[in-house]
């Protein structure tokens, strides 16, 4: 039976049985800041297990993709060397909110596993494990399920303390937990390992297919279990494991979705050999980047996108070991799009973005590769003891770009480990730097004990009526607040905006009677909105009827900026390609800044089609409109969706330009796009790999960078001596006069090189056998000295070259050995004592070396060196 009919067969079997099917969230979380990736199927619905989120189904059933890469979760060091870990996989899952428990849990389980409708699995071959103390699982399997009692096993507290156990789950050290029973399923007496439970449990002969989660109580802080009024069910069985037992094999790595990646691993790098482990890390490593790059993940020095690095370049090397001469990684997007394009569209219709940005990063390793192995293979030769070195670790990871985990796997092979007490000390002194913090920032991780929840009224008005439900004065709790106290305030109902999705939260002011708040900023906690600010006059009470208004100016702004960061981002996917995707954004009433996936620099030209496009819409003066509607309604309008977002089952979609632009935004607005005024755009960078950001600016703002431009027009043009409108040709002709006298100095420069060679042979000493040339050519660039050093050489025909020049606070510096004495002399060597005599550094080949330094009077010194040095090989 394939993966696909597997996958097909769970949705089916549970949507028979009354369950919504949900499909997959994206890898990257959007209700759980405390998780890298997605690691479980429960994950997108943690907050509806919470009771924080309600939906219209009580039973769901998905197949999840999941990553387990980094952080807690981290399978990544041993992919590839095990039947069954990987850094990608997908967990098929069925989920109980409140609705069947622990008896219907079970039965649909060994139903789908053993009945002949289904999967018809032999069900002699099944173990299972319930906790200790759960009687009432026990029971069901061996009672109703039928389950023989040589067959199950009940584990108790095994991991030191009461519910620290295999079958006791918890979500954290609070919150909702439970036990849990796990069905094993027996691979044969040909495969070593013992029954779960057994001393040998972690053999490869029983393998848990499929655990059943009962949410059953609440855990407080110190340790007091209680019933949770609504038990949940969370379940959860990979979609490998379950292939590799419906297949007949016992690897993972068999079954026919790693089959075909393997194999055409093979082909694209000319491999014969199909077994080799390499193959299985770049066909696992192929699942992972490529779904994560889909997810809008992109390779970079920090947090997720450092995963993804880390994930790629393990790819490569392994790729170099099997023979790879070029990047050939991105090469297996297409097969992973035919094998699992069906299931998962996203990637057939985003490979070539995935397999752009895949080949960008292989090319940049490929620079760091070889010469951080180099580094690595030379620090081994001189390695004493099995241990690498911490200090060795960090410098190839912070120097060349190494991750932790490659080290790792060339120290595996040659059985060796890593100080990772070291790297971690190296590591820590890194990330020592200071840090600052507004007097108004709230902690991000604020919960108030507050009942209810924030209306929130400003899409409709920007004044209204509140009382307050909440005050914390200096950041505690308190019931009052006086004059000049800094204060965050909580309403039940509120016009100011919260900080959310890129656009900065309202200011304003908060007043009653004797009272003014003024509100510098609004976040949210939770389901509350919380405005901080400072009272400007009078008390304020907890529980007190208030005024709440929005600075009726700003929120226009903001609004003005927020409305143009909707068509700018039309525009990016209009001009460069639909693979742009938003990275991130901040909507102030000053700017607006957007951050987008795009593997290259965005052209002038590519610039203002963009600018041209969005002031096209907004001189079409189109109303601005919002509806709110289910998620499959909006997905079939085409709307986009940002990466990361967490959307309940009623969305807000804002459309401009009738389908210009269609996204889900809870923001707020333009009535018309015309409102707009005018968008100019100030700044294109990048701010990591593959990641751009966009700066712009709208309305009276705009106008005002205008006006600059032309200002600054304006005394180029007097300082040129032209006018705008010959201004191009005045520019271009001074720029051509000045390439011309560069090119004059640089023939000067060669010419007084050469004529000055002569008479510096005349200073040549003879040391220790070695005609030695030590000189201060006062004036002379880098380049000068460079090409003189060639010139000296070849007249000398044997001898040692040292060159110096000063200018201001700088010296330059080249060592040159003709080729007959580098066996005795290295050039690299004397740079290295001349630079240090001068207070700098340097290096290079044994035959030509460069370096500076910042003490000019140290040059005798450094000349000095050179003669020393000969004087003694």
């Not at 103390?133 to 399997?141: C, F, G």
């Not at 005349?762 to 002379?780: D, F, H, R, Y």
């Amino acid at each position: 039976m394939k993966s696909a009919a597997i996958r097909d067969a769970f949705i089916r079997y549970f949507e028979s049985k009354g369950h919504t099917p949900v499909a997959s969230s994206s890898l990257v979380p959007g209700n759980d800041p405390t998780l890298l990736f997605t690691n479980a199927g429960m994950v997108q619905f943690k907050d509806v297990f919470l009771g924080r989120d309600k939906r219209n189904y009580s039973r769901a059933v998905s197949s999840q993709r999941c990553v387990r890469a980094g952080g807690k979760h981290n399978d990544l060091e041993n992919v590839g060397y095990t039947a069954r870990h990987h850094t990608f996989f997908e967990m098929l899952g069925n989920f109980s909110f409140g609705d069947y428990f622990k008896r219907d849990a079970i039965l649909f389980a060994w139903e789908f596993l053993t009945s002949k409708e289904w999967l018809n699995i032999d069900s002699s071959r099944l173990w299972v494990t319930v906790y200790a103390d759960d009687d009432e699982a026990y029971k069901i399997w061996n009672e109703e399920v039928g389950v023989p009692a040589e067959r199950m096993v009940r584990i108790g507290d095994n991991k030191g303390a009461k519910y620290a156990s295999d079958n006791f789950w918890s979500m954290g050290d609070t919150g909702p937990c439970g036990p849990c029973t796990e069905i094993f399923y027996d691979h044969g007496e040909d495969v070593a390992g013992g029954p779960p439970g057994s001393p040998d449990e972690d053999g490869d002969r029983y393998i848990e297919i499929w655990n059943n989660v009962f949410m059953q109580f609440n855990r407080d802080a110190d340790g007091t279990m209680t019933e949770l009024p609504a038990p949940s069910v969370d379940t959860g069985m990979g979609l490998e494991r379950i292939s590799a037992v419906m297949q007949g094999v016992h690897s993972n790595y068999e079954i026919d979705l790693f089959d075909n990646l393997i194999a055409a691993t093979a082909r694209v790098l000319g491999v014969d050999d199909r077994q080799h482990t390499s193959l299985r890390v770049i066909a696992d490593h192929i699942r992972s980047c490529a779904f994560l790059i889909a997810d809008g993940v992109l390779p970079s020095n920090e947090g997720r996108g450092y995963v993804l690095r880390r994930i790629i370049r393990r790819a490569v090397r392994h790729g170099n070991k099997l023979g790879a001469t070029e990047p050939f990684f991105y090469k297996l997007v297409d097969a992973l799009a035919v094998e699992m394009g069906s299931a998962y569209p996203e990637l057939r219709e985003l490979q070539g973005a995935i397999e752009k940005a895949l080949l960008q990063e292989e090319e940049q390793f490929a620079k760091t590769l070889n010469q951080g192995m180099k580094i690595l293979e030379a620090d081994l030769s001189e390695l004493k003891g099995q241990q690498i070195p911490g200090e060795t670790v960090f410098r190839l990871y912070d120097t060349y770009g190494f991750p932790v985990d490659l080290t790792a796997d060339i120290a595996r092979e040659k059985d060796l480990t890593l100080d990772m007490d070291g790297f971690e000390a190296a590591m820590e002194a890194q990330r020592q730097r200071a840090r600052s913090a507004s007097n108004f920032k709230m902690d991000a991780d604020l919960r108030l004990d507050v009942d209810g929840a924030t209306t929130f009224t400003g899409y409709q008005s920007l004044s209204d009526n509140a009382k307050i439900i909440a005050l914390l004065r200096d950041g505690q709790p308190s019931e009052r607040a006086e004059e000049g106290d800094d204060v965050l305030v909580v309403l039940d109902r509120t016009p100011f905006y919260a900080e959310s999705g890129g656009q900065a939260g309202d200011c304003g002011v908060i007043r009653a009677e004797g009272l003014r708040i003024e509100v510098r900023d609004t976040q949210k906690a939770g389901d509350h909105f919380v405005h901080i600010g400072v009272v400007a006059t009078g008390a304020v009470v907890a529980g007190q009827a208030v005024d709440a208004e929005v600075d009726a100016s700003i929120r226009q702004s903001t609004a003005l900026n927020h409305s143009a960061t909707h068509l700018l981002h039309a525009a990016l996917r209009k001009v460069l390609g639909e693979h742009v995707a938003q990275k991130g954004s901040l909507v102030t009433a000053e700017r607006l800044r957007f951050d987008f996936a795009h593997g290259e620099a965005v052209t002038a030209e590519q610039l203002q089609k963009i600018e041209a496009m969005v002031n096209d819409e907004i001189r079409r003066n189109t109303a601005v409109e919002t509806v709110e509607t289910d998620i499959d309604s909006a997905k079939e309008r085409g709307a986009v969706m940002l990466f990361g977002e967490k959307y309940g089952d009623t969305v807000r979609v804002l459309s401009m330009g009738g389908d210009f632009s269609v996204e889900l935004c809870g923001g707020t607005h333009v009535r018309r796009t015309g409102d707009i005024g005018v968008m100019r755009i100030v700044a294109e960078s990048g701010i990591a790999a593959g990641v751009r950001r966009i700066e712009a600016v709208t309305g009276a703002e705009a106008l005002n960078e205008a006006g600059r431009d032309r200002s600054r027009l304006q005394s180029a043009c007097a300082a040129l001596k032209s006018t705008p409108e010959n201004f191009d040709a005045k520019l271009a002709q001074l720029l051509s006069s000045h390439r011309e006298q560069q090119k004059e100095l640089e023939r000067l420069k060669a010419k007084l090189a050469t004529a000055g060679s002569r008479d510096l042979l005349s200073e040549v000493e003879e040391i220790n056998g070695i005609s030695v040339l030590a000189v201060n050519m006062e004036g002379a660039d880098a380049k000068t000295l460079r090409d003189s050093m060639d010139q000296l050489k070849n007249k000398l025909g044997s001898g040692v070259v040292l060159l110096a020049s000063g200018e201001g606070e700088k010296v330059s510096l080249v060592a040159g050995v003709t080729k007959d004495l580098t066996g005795r002399c290295k050039a690299g060597d004397i740079m290295k004592q001349a630079a240090a005599a001068v207070g700098g550094k340097g290096g290079g080949r044994p035959d030509m070396a460069q370096g500076g330094g910042s003490d000019v009077a140290a040059i005798p010194a450094a000349l000095q060196s050179v003669k020393d040095y000969v004087n003694h090989v």
